[in-house]
């Protein structure tokens, strides 16, 4: 079985600070991992994903984050928040179940950004 | 029209009627999602379709009812819904369900659905 966990279902920032959104993820084997973000009355659209190859994976509007197996963590960080960050946040993990790869959601971020 | 389209974008029903949700993918995806998300509730996945045959079916209640007569087309047909039903109905697809878990969603912009 695998299951997601998104630390703080609300992140406050000031534009300009960093930015840190918390995913740990339980897989009894080796998982991909995804970052997707939901903007209002969007649907969700990829940030980035883990694959296996590297640990530190770089995705679209400056966003990044490090897969840590001794920590089973996740974490998206953005070194400078701007406004048009503000959103929902969605990790997901996908790992080989019985031969399935269903993604498995946590129950997402809202990121606030702050003038 | 590209990516994953949903119609209609906004459906208001009474509790009696059958309205059906329509998706449409233009990427040659081969496997299609229905997710249902409510407020303050993590994302549910409803069904999974991968090259037009159910692979997933997570105890949704039989007033829900999904349709994938090819790959690039799922239907969710409704009927007697109850007023919790009230959500927004994403659909998704992919390159591969079930065989290669590296591939991403790739998502619609979902059908606000209100059940009166």
């Known amino acids: 079985a695998q299951s997601v966990t998104q630390l703080g279902s609300h992140v406050s920032v000031s534009e300009g600070a960093l930015v840190l959104l918390r995913c740990n993820y339980s897989?009894?084997?080796?998982?991909?991992l995804f970052w997707y973000v939901q903007y209002p009355n969007q649907g969700l659209q990829l940030l980035l994903k883990y694959t296996s190859a590297a640990t530190l994976v770089k995705g679209i509007n400056g966003f990044e984050a490090e897969f840590k197996k001794s920590e089973t963590s996740f974490h998206l960080t953005k070194p400078s928040a701007h406004m048009s960050d503000a959103a929902e946040y969605f990790c997901a993990v996908s790992a080989d179940s019985g031969g399935s790869y269903i993604p498995t959601f946590g129950r997402g971020t809202s990121l606030i950004v702050h003038p | 029209e590209t990516g994953v389209t949903q119609t209609p974008r906004h459906l208001v029903m009474g509790m009696t009627n059958k309205k059906s949700l329509k998706c449409e993918q233009h990427?040659?995806?081969?496997?299609m999602y229905w997710y249902k998300q409510s407020a303050k509730k993590p994302l549910e996945l409803m069904f999974v379709?991968?090259?037009?045959?159910?692979?997933e079916n997570n105890s949704v209640p039989s007033r829900f009812s999904p349709e994938c007569p090819n790959s690039s087309h799922l239907f969710l047909h409704l009927h007697t819904l109850q007023p919790e039903d009230s959500a927004l109905y994403l659909c998704?697809?992919?390159?591969?369900?079930?065989?290669?878990?590296?591939?991403?969603?790739?998502f619609g912009p979902g059908t606000r659905l209100t059940v009166t």
């Open positions: 990427l040659g995806h081969n496997a």
């Open positions: 379709y991968s090259l037009e045959e159910r692979v």
């Open positions: 998704a697809s992919s390159q591969g369900a079930g065989t290669a878990g590296f591939y991403e969603q790739y």
């Open positions: 897989s009894s084997v080796p998982p991909y």
